[in-house]
């Protein structure tokens, strides 16, 4: 069955970096565009970052572009995503999910499968 699973996050300082990763079981991930959500504590889950089956196309949400790097593997059915001087606003839950269809653009219409997420504290 499907299965996504984060890993990476933890507790930085403001300014520090962290690498995450997902790993995607279950389905052809080169079929499939992906994305990663952010849930900040007492907020509901916002699509942060997303990219195409390829790799070719991302698009970022205004408060992370220029400080995140979304990225896939698709030899390796892996998603990352670079986070670089991380803000305490940044603090949250971050979850990987497969989108709609293999275009990033599907990630706004469906994500359908997520995992349990990685949580990122940014705290001095």
């Known amino acids: 069955q499907v299965r996504l699973v984060e890993s990476g996050g933890g507790l930085v300082q403001p300014g520090e970096s962290l690498r995450l990763s997902c790993a995607a079981y279950g389905f052809t991930f080169d079929d499939y565009a992906m994305s990663w959500f952010r849930q900040a504590p007492g907020k509901e889950p916002e699509g942060i970052s997303y990219i195409n089956w390829s790799g070719a196309n991302t698009w970022y949400t205004d408060s992370v572009q220029g400080r995140f790097t979304i990225s896939r593997d698709n030899s390796k059915s892996t998603l990352h995503l670079q986070l670089n001087s991380l803000k305490s606003e940044d603090t949250g839950m971050y979850y990987c999910?497969?989108?709609?269809?293999?275009?990033?653009?599907?990630?706004?219409?469906?994500?359908?499968?997520w995992g349990q997420g990685t949580q990122v504290t940014v705290s001095s």
């Open positions: 999910a497969r989108c709609a269809a293999s275009a990033y653009t599907s990630c706004e219409v469906s994500a359908d499968y």
